[in-house]
């Protein structure tokens, strides 16, 4: 079987990506389907077109992250990019500068792509409006986290081959995740039905607004019941108020995932975590570890799905 060529610079309809609401099936396929072109050379160790050479890349991270930022750093520089950091406590924000100031000064040292990770919804979108560069979200607030929903969707893909027609579940803090909220977007888009399940406080308030294939369960039992895949997610102690939520005890007896549990889910269901874990509370590590778990999968699928955005939207023809 032939390996496919990674999708050309310049063909998604779309000209950042702050999130995945709205984004047409098509451009989700074509990220999906270059993002798993990258992952074979990867896997392979051959080459990948240096299409981000001589493009000037810009992280500018206003909250704190681990995966998502190495994942990008990776990214970059297996396109031939030379990331620059910022960091904002180190920075002229932290001395009062607007973000829209930072923004354009860091723009006129050259930058052609941001890739940003904000506290606050919104922050791509309206940066978005306000420099010529390409942005990219690497999550703001409780909004969306586009990036891991492109890679929840390949990592599922890749084991359950089209996802129209599939059952996925994501049980924990929905309400605050903006995991949740991509994963939704994404996996709706591409044709797959969604049960939601946690506690009623942390579950979205108009679920309806992702569409009539999302629905929120009625028992942890029934949120399990058949599905192909199961999502867990932390519960989000950063973005909520107190009092939404049962003890760590409780949330572990009523909501979180042992072996038990996912017998009621399809034999072979995958097992899913955008991570970080807090094992004993939402999932067991025989679960987390299991034969059945492709948590590691979604973190090496990552880089993969970092290439093909950056690739995609700000790469530059080359024949490296």
Not at 93 to 109: F, H, M, P, Q, V
Request: charged letters at 20%; hydrophobic letters at 40%; proline letters at 5%.
């Amino acid at each position: 079987m032939t390996k496919s060529a990674p999708g050309k610079p310049g063909s998604l309809s779309i000209q950042h990506l702050p999130g995945l609401r709205g984004v047409p099936k098509s451009d989700l396929e074509a990220i999906l389907d270059t993002a798993q072109s990258f992952r074979e050379s990867l896997d392979e160790g051959s080459a990948v077109p240096k299409t981000l050479s001589g493009v000037s890349v810009v992280n500018l991270f206003f909250e704190n992250s681990t995966r998502t930022r190495l994942s990008f750093e990776t990214a970059q520089k297996r396109l031939g990019a030379s990331p620059m950091n910022f960091t904002a406590s180190s920075s002229s924000a932290a001395k009062g500068e607007s973000l829209r100031d930072t923004a354009r000064n860091i723009e006129s040292l050259g930058a052609d792509v941001f890739v940003v990770r904000h506290s606050s919804a919104g922050v791509p979108a309206f940066l978005a409006s306000q420099t010529k560069a390409v942005v990219v979200n690497a999550g703001d607030g409780a909004c969306e986290h586009p990036t891991q929903g492109l890679l929840d969707a390949l990592t599922m893909r890749q084991h359950l081959g089209s996802l129209e027609g599939k059952q996925v579940t994501i049980i924990g803090d929905i309400r605050h995740s903006r995991v949740a909220r991509s994963n939704l977007w994404a996996l709706s888009t591409l044709g797959a039905s969604v049960r939601l399940w946690g506690p009623a406080t942390l579950l979205p308030r108009h679920p309806e607004a992702f569409g009539s294939q999302v629905r929120v369960a009625k028992s942890l039992d029934d949120a399990l019941e058949g599905s192909d895949a199961v999502m867990l997610l932390r519960i989000q102690h950063e973005r909520q108020s107190s009092g939404l939520l049962p003890s760590l005890r409780e949330y572990r007896h009523s909501f979180g995932l042992d072996r038990d549990r996912l017998r009621l889910a399809k034999p072979g269901a995958l097992v899913l975590h955008p991570g970080p874990i807090n094992r004993g509370v939402e999932i067991v590590s025989e679960i987390a570890d299991g034969p059945q778990s492709v948590i590691l999968e979604q973190v090496t699928n990552g880089v993969a799905v970092r290439m093909a955005v950056l690739h995609l939207l700000a790469g530059r023809n080359t024949n490296v």
